[in-house]
C-alpha cells in the first residue's frame, strides 16, 4: 500500500545482533514540498569528510499513483550525544 506517512529513524546498537536503543524523534520528515521521505542511504561527500543522506521522496501533489518519487540529498551531523540529525531538513520546508 502507497502513502506518504512515515519518516526516517535512528536506532543504534554495540552489535548487529541488538539490542537496538531507538532515538526518539525521526531525523527526517516531510515537509512543504516533499512527503514520505524513505529508502535512505548514509554516504560520503565528495571530499570524504561530511556525512550526507541521500533518500527519495514524494512531491506533495503527487503522492503514490503513477507518480515517480524524486531523489534527494541532505547534510547530516552528529550531536554531542553521538546520533546523527540532518541539517537540511528546514530548508525543504
Same mark, same amino acid.
Not at 543504534?12 to 526518539?24: F, H, M, Q, W
Not at 514524494?58 to 541532505?74: E, I, S, Y
Given at each position: 500500500?502507497?502513502?506518504?506517512?512515515?519518516?526516517?529513524? @535512528?536506532?543504534? =546498537?554495540?552489535?548487529?545482533?541488538?539490542?537496538?536503543?531507538?532515538?526518539?524523534?525521526?531525523? %527526517? !520528515?516531510? #515537509?512543504?514540498?516533499?512527503?514520505?521521505?524513505?529508502?535512505?542511504?548514509?554516504?560520503?561527500?565528495?571530499?570524504?569528510?561530511?556525512?550526507?543522506? @541521500?533518500?527519495? =521522496?514524494?512531491?506533495?501533489?503527487?503522492?503514490?499513483?503513477?507518480?515517480?518519487?524524486?531523489? %534527494? !540529498?541532505? #547534510?547530516?551531523?552528529?550531536?554531542?550525544?553521538?546520533?546523527?540529525?540532518?541539517?537540511?531538513?528546514?530548508?525543504?520546508?
Amino acid at each position: 500500500m502507497c502513502s506518504d506517512l512515515y519518516a526516517v529513524g @535512528v536506532t543504534r =546498537s554495540l552489535s548487529a545482533t541488538g539490542p537496538y536503543v531507538k532515538r526518539g524523534d525521526p531525523i %527526517l !520528515v516531510q #515537509s512543504d514540498p516533499f512527503r514520505g521521505p524513505g529508502h535512505n542511504s548514509v554516504v560520503k561527500d565528495i571530499d570524504g569528510v561530511s556525512d550526507i543522506i @541521500v533518500y527519495h =521522496s514524494f512531491k506533495k501533489d503527487q503522492v503514490c499513483g503513477n507518480f515517480p518519487r524524486v531523489m %534527494l !540529498v541532505a #547534510s547530516m551531523g552528529w550531536g554531542d550525544d553521538d546520533w546523527p540529525f540532518v541539517y537540511d531538513n528546514d530548508l525543504l520546508k
